[in-house]
C-alpha cells in the first residue's frame, strides 16, 4: 500500500518520524514534502496530498501541519477527498471504520512524535465497515457534488 506524506515546515521532524515508522512497517511511502524548515504555505501541500489519493497514485494520505486543522481543510477541497483532523487514536480509528476517511491530518504542534505513530497505526488497522456508513458516506460526497 502506498501512503502520500505531506507537511508544512512547523511539521518536518514529525513527517520523517512517520514516514521511518511507516516504512519499517513496510509501507511505501511518497512523500510531497515540504523537505525545508523555511515557512511555506500548507495548502500546497494538503492539496498535493488530496491529488495524489484522489487520482490513484497513494491508496491513504497523511498531512501534518502546526495544528492539523489548515492542511486538512486544503486537503479535503479535493474532489473524492475524506479529511479529518485527529489528536488520539479512537478517532482515527473510528474516521476509517465509519466515515471511510482517506486523508489523516494532525498537528506537530498539538501531539508529540509517539503519539502521531500510534494514530496513524490505529487508522492504517482499520478497516471500512461499509453498510449503513456506506449509505452515509455517498450523502456526504452527495453535497460535494452539489452543484452551487
Ligand atoms: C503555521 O504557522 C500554521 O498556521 C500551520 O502550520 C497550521 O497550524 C495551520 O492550520
Redesign the pocket.
Known amino acids: 500500500m502506498k501512503i502520500a506524506i505531506g507537511n508544512?515546515?512547523?511539521?518536518l521532524e514529525m513527517k520523517r518520524a512517520v514516514k521511518e515508522h511507516l516504512e519499517q512497517r513496510g509501507y511505501e511511502i511518497l512523500d510531497l514534502g515540504t523537505d525545508s524548515s523555511e515557512?511555506c504555505d500548507?495548502p500546497v501541500y494538503g492539496e498535493k496530498v488530496g491529488k495524489a489519493v484522489a487520482s490513484g497514485q497513494a491508496d491513504l494520505g497523511i498531512a501534518i501541519?502546526?495544528?492539523?486543522?489548515?492542511?486538512s481543510?486544503a486537503a479535503g477541497k479535493v474532489k473524492g477527498i475524506r479529511a479529518c483532523v485527529c489528536s488520539e487514536p479512537y478517532t482515527a480509528r473510528l474516521s476509517r471504520m465509519h466515515n471511510d476517511s482517506n486523508v489523516l491530518a494532525f498537528?506537530?504542534?498539538v501531539i508529540g512524535i509517539e503519539m502521531a505513530k500510534m494514530i496513524t497505526d490505529a487508522w492504517l488497522d482499520a478497516t471500512f465497515e461499509g453498510g449503513r456508513h456506506q449509505r452515509r458516506v455517498d450523502m456526504i460526497m452527495a453535497i460535494e457534488n452539489q452543484a452551487g
Open positions: 508544512d515546515h512547523t511539521a515557512s500548507y501541519c502546526g495544528t492539523g486543522v489548515g492542511i481543510l498537528g506537530a504542534r
